[in-house]
């Protein structure tokens, strides 16, 4: 932006003569120094070019973001939803989903009002806006519900589902959400249990609070393996949270954080789980808990999916033979990018799904939404649950 020539003077005339330069007056010696008035005149010319160059900025900026903001209304409008979705995006997968795949031609159909001439936008011009304007894997999972979206490395991927599963039933017109908890009804009008999941992150646990607080259930860590090390650690506060949660009329179960990442260490970890517990009589099955370390080098983060699900049937098997019921727990990503689904279809699944409704089509019996959860009797957060099966009947 140019500022004007500032600093030349106008050709003197003859016989001008030049004022004296007046000193500035000394500390204490009254009186108001007063500048030359064309310099007063250039510093207001200054602040006002200052202040018409932020304008402009001002200006500009608002410019992008009203024409970003009409793009991915046109997007949402198209889909039948309007963009003020601000659900959480679930970490929430087959890589066979291809968003460029010619398939995706065929169309999903939307309102004709959004779409006057035919009323249909094309899967693949969907899912190229949605991958640009990042639209929530929730809002994308409603609108396909014959695939699993998650997103991986930054993609989103659709995979397809197996027809050899089996989905589950639940309504999603059941879900609700009561003093920052969600509830689900079952037809016959009894409810989900609710529940939580605590490990020594949690500290010492109040569990009469926690009883008092309406916690039904609770799955405690029995212990980990470090993703890094390989070793196996004992969870500090399993016996106190197993006897504390027993003990208030807790339903109890338990889960072991693996990094295995080969059958022997996942019957290791197993038979780590059996030893602590010695025969302690469960509500709630013993869990493998299998999942992605983000943003970390982990040990089980490459495995192949053959490598992970073998681990997980080793483990599962193990618990099994020693008279507990196994479960699996894993995101609806994991389950869908790292497992074989088929070969996992006897144990009992724990979906982990960041959602305000799950949007997992297969079938599993307990649902972790939460990891922001504010319960009576824990310091800080806690992971919040519900349970669709009565074990413990």
């Keep these: 932006m140019a500022y004007g020539e500032l600093g030349k003077s106008p050709v003197p005339e003859m016989g001008w003569t030049?004022?004296?330069?007046?000193?500035?007056?000394?500390?204490?010696?009254?009186?108001?120094?007063?500048?030359?008035?064309?310099?007063?005149?250039?510093?207001?010319k200054n602040k006002l070019s200052w202040i018409l160059l932020l304008v402009i900025i001002i200006l500009c900026m608002a410019l992008v973001i009203t024409v970003i903001h009409y793009e991915n209304q046109q997007i949402m409008d198209a889909a039948g939803k309007p963009s003020s979705d601000t659900s959480l995006d679930g970490e929430d997968g087959d890589i066979s989903g291809d968003p460029n795949d010619p398939a995706?031609?065929?169309?999903?159909?939307?309102?004709?009002?959004?779409?006057?001439?035919?009323?249909?936008?094309?899967?693949?011009d969907l899912k190229k806006s949605a991958q640009e304007y990042y639209v929530t894997t929730e809002f994308l999972q409603s609108l396909f519900p014959e695939n699993i979206v998650y997103k991986h490395g930054g993609v989103i991927y659709y995979a397809t589902l197996d027809p050899t599963l089996p989905r589950n039933t639940y309504d999603r017109n059941e879900f609700y959400t009561k003093n920052g908890r969600t509830h689900y009804t079952f037809p016959d009008g009894s409810e989900a249990a609710v529940g939580i999941d605590v490990s020594s992150h949690q500290g010492e646990i109040n569990w009469a609070k926690v009883a008092a607080g309406g916690i039904d259930f609770a799955v405690i860590r029995a212990g980990f393996?470090?993703?890094?090390?390989?070793?196996?650690?004992?969870?500090?506060?399993?016996?106190?949270?197993?006897?504390?949660?027993?003990?208030?009329?807790?339903?109890?179960?338990?889960?072991?954080?693996?990094?295995?990442?080969?059958?022997?260490?996942?019957?290791?970890?197993?038979?780590?789980?059996?030893?602590?517990?010695?025969?302690?009589?469960?509500?709630?099955?013993?869990i493998f808990d299998t999942e992605e370390v983000a943003g970390t080098n982990a040990r089980a983060n490459n495995l192949s999916k053959e490598q992970t699900t073998n681990c997980t049937i080793a483990f599962c098997e193990t618990i099994k033979e020693a008279g507990y019921q196994p479960m699996v727990y894993a995101s609806s990503k994991w389950y869908a990018m790292q497992l074989d689904l088929p070969k996992l279809a006897e144990y009992d699944k724990w979906l982990a799904q960041y959602y305000e409704r799950p949007g997992y089509p297969y079938e599993y019996q307990m649902w972790q939404y939460s990891n922001k959860g504010s319960v009576a009797g824990i310091k800080g957060d806690v992971d919040l649950n519900l349970c669709f099966k009565n074990y413990w009947e």
Excluded at 21 to 41: I, L, T, V, Y
Excluded at 267 to 281: M, P
């Design 18 to 44: 030049p004022p004296v330069k007046e000193e500035a007056p000394s500390c204490g010696s009254g009186g108001e120094q007063k500048p030359p008035q064309r310099n007063r005149k250039s510093k207001k």
């Design 104 to 124: 995706d031609e065929v169309g999903v159909e939307v309102p004709q009002e959004d779409l006057p001439e035919e009323g249909w936008i094309a899967v693949s």
């Design 225 to 286: 393996r470090g993703y890094g090390s390989g070793e196996i650690n004992p969870d500090k506060q399993f016996e106190a949270n197993l006897k504390g949660a027993s003990e208030n009329g807790i339903k109890v179960g338990v889960y072991f954080f693996s990094q295995a990442i080969n059958e022997e260490e996942a019957v290791e970890e197993a038979n780590y789980v059996l030893e602590v517990l010695d025969g302690f009589d469960l509500d709630l099955p013993v």
